[in-house]
């Protein structure tokens, strides 16, 4: 049995020609041993590289193949509801109110699925501002909030910037 790498770090491959080695495994045994002592380099899904075993880079590939799905779903809803679809103004009662109120997210029920079955990467900071209630603390907040805040703790030591920094 040999370990062989075939279009790239993604697809590592095992080979066996179904024989027995000479420990007496058979080959689907064999290639399971050998898929967790064998020792590769790739880059994950946040282009870090790193190190692991073939079965790491197995599990690597299907998680990319849900994101891809993820993302093709997300696509679907948008080509059918139209794009930024969750962040546009609806009409309710007669009283137009910002879809990105809480409580009218809370009740749809497409984006509680999507929410459930995976947000897309790309879309995530969107989405996480829409449903968390920043977008709106930060309408009620002068422009400056961020930097006042950034400059309040500038060259101070605090439980946040450990963990950061550390």
């Known amino acids: 049995m040999h370990a062989t790498q075939q279009d790239g770090p993604y697809s590592e491959n095992l080979t066996s020609n179904g024989a027995t080695n000479n420990t007496g495994e058979d080959a689907d045994t064999a290639k399971k041993h050998a898929t967790s002592v064998v020792t590769v380099k790739f880059v994950d ?45 609806q009409k309710s009662e007669g009283i137009t109110v910002s879809s990105l109120r809480i409580s009218v997210l809370a009740n749809s029920i497409l984006l509680k699925r999507l929410i459930r079955k995976g947000i897309p990467p790309v879309l995530r900071p969107k989405v996480w501002l829409s449903v968390s209630g920043a977008l709106k603390k930060r309408s009620t907040v002068p422009e400056s909030y961020y930097a006042d805040l950034t400059k309040a703790v500038e060259g101070k030591v605090t439980p946040a910037t450990l963990q950061i920094d550390h």
């Open 45 to 89: 899904t946040y282009e870090f590289p790193v190190e692991g075993n073939l079965e790491d880079v197995n599990v690597l590939n299907e998680v990319r193949e849900r994101v891809r799905q993820q993302w093709r779903a997300w696509l679907a809803v948008e080509d059918s509801k139209g794009k930024d679809w969750y962040l546009k103004q």
